[in-house]
């Protein structure tokens, strides 16, 4: 069975560190790209970040460069966010999802993990 | 950068057809795929690359893209189709894009 599970999240306090996992089975994950997409609570989805096969290219949504870090190994069929200098509006659910490429459609997801940024 | 819109709402009697749009410039030259995300439930993909159903999903759920609008179909609407649904693009200067979500209601 093709899954992605997450884990990692918690309750972190602004300015605080984080490290989100995906693990993923039932599919090569290294032929895929992966994304991760969160949700703010009653809120729509976001895009947070793409990852390419090798590692090799990765993109960020403007709110999160220079903070958030997109990587993988294959070795360990497993996708991770590092979140640094957290603030209040990155408190959302975190989903990773397998995408068919850089720019296509997001076909398997996660059933997420939930991020909180308070003192 | 680059924007989608979609109806807050839409309702829908059982049985009968919605239609849910998701509007954007020249949307119609760009891949739209749509999601359905039920409550404390992650989304699932339902139509990609404008019209194509994954396998499993059924034939009642369609998709079209054309000029500024593409939407998404569901016909003879059951009780299990309510749900938020979501269009998402890919645009060269703001990335990945969703839309800001539509509530499907079966009345």
């Known amino acids: 069975e093709v899954q992605l599970v997450e884990s990692g999240g918690g309750l972190v306090q602004p300015g605080g560190s984080l490290r989100l996992s995906c693990a993923a089975s039932?599919?090569?994950?290294?032929?895929?790209?992966m994304s991760w997409v969160r949700q703010a609570p009653g809120k729509g989805l976001e895009w947070v970040a793409n990852?390419?096969?090798?590692?090799?290219?990765?993109y960020y949504v403007d709110s999160v460069k220079g903070r958030f870090t997109i990587s993988r190994d294959n070795a360990k069929n497993s996708l991770y966010l590092q979140m640094n200098s957290l603030r209040a509006e990155d408190t959302a659910v975190y989903y990773c999802?397998?995408?068919?490429?850089?720019?296509?459609?997001?076909?398997?997801w996660g059933k997420g993990t939930t991020v909180t940024v308070s003192s | 950068s680059y924007e989608l819109t979609q109806p807050l709402s839409v309702s829908v009697a059982l049985g009968q057809t919605a239609r849910i749009t998701c509007g954007g410039n020249?949307?119609?030259?760009?891949?739209v795929h749509w999601y359905q995300q039920k409550p404390g439930q992650a989304p699932v993909l339902v139509i990609y690359?404008?019209?194509n159903r994954p396998s499993g999903i059924p034939e009642r759920f369609s998709g079209s893209n054309s000029g500024n609008t593409a939407t998404l179909t569901i016909s003879r609407a059951q009780a299990g189709d309510e749900a938020d649904y979501y269009c998402?693009?890919?645009?060269?200067?703001?990335?990945?894009?969703f839309g800001t979500g539509t509530k499907v209601t079966v009345l």
């Open positions: 999802a397998r995408a068919l490429g850089y720019d296509d459609y997001m076909d398997v």
């Open positions: 039932g599919f090569t994950f290294s032929s895929y790209w």
């Open positions: 990852i390419k096969q090798d590692g090799s290219e990765k």
């Open positions: 020249n949307i119609g030259s760009k891949n």
């Open positions: 690359r404008d019209s």
């Open positions: 998402q693009v890919w645009d060269s200067s703001t990335a990945c894009v």
